[in-house]
C-alpha cells in the first residue's frame, strides 16, 4: 500500500518560515519524480516546486528564491523549505509522486496558513 504523508503545515506570521516534510512508503522513493502542490481556496491546484530522481530542481516563478525543495532517499522523504513566508502562499499543500507508467500518488495534504 502506498501512502505519503505531510507534515510541517501550520500558523505563521507573514515573514516566517515553515518546513514541510512528506514521507512515502510502498513505493521505490529514488525512482519518482516528487513534488509539492498547493491550493488556496476557489483556486485551482499548482505546481510549487518538483525534484527528480536525479536531483533536478523545478519551482513555481512565485517561489523563486525563497523555497527550497530536497529528498533523502535514504529516509524516502522530501521536504520542502519555505521562507519569506507571504499570506498568499496560505493553501493545502500536498506531496505528489510521479513515476511513468507507474500510477500517480498524492498525500492527503497539510494546511499552510501565513498571517498576522
Known amino acids: 500500500q502506498v501512502q505519503l504523508v505531510e507534515s510541517g503545515g501550520g500558523l505563521v506570521q507573514p515573514g516566517g518560515s515553515l518546513r514541510l516534510s512528506c514521507a512515502a512508503s510502498?513505493?521505490?522513493?529514488?525512482?519518482?519524480?516528487m513534488g509539492w502542490y498547493r491550493q488556496a481556496p476557489g483556486k485551482q491546484r499548482e505546481l510549487v516546486a518538483a525534484?527528480?530522481?536525479?536531483?533536478?530542481?523545478n519551482y513555481a516563478d512565485s517561489v523563486k528564491g525563497r523555497f527550497t525543495i530536497s529528498r533523502d532517499n535514504a529516509n524516502n522523504t522530501m521536504y520542502l523549505q519555505m521562507n519569506s513566508l507571504k499570506p498568499e502562499d496560505t493553501a493545502v499543500y500536498y506531496c505528489?509522486?510521479?513515476?511513468?507508467?507507474?500510477?500517480?500518488?498524492w498525500g492527503q495534504g497539510t494546511q499552510v496558513t501565513v498571517s498576522s
Open positions: 525534484i527528480t530522481s536525479g536531483g533536478s530542481t
Open positions: 505528489r509522486a510521479e513515476r511513468r507508467p507507474y500510477p500517480l500518488y
Open positions: 510502498g513505493i521505490i522513493f529514488s525512482i519518482y519524480t
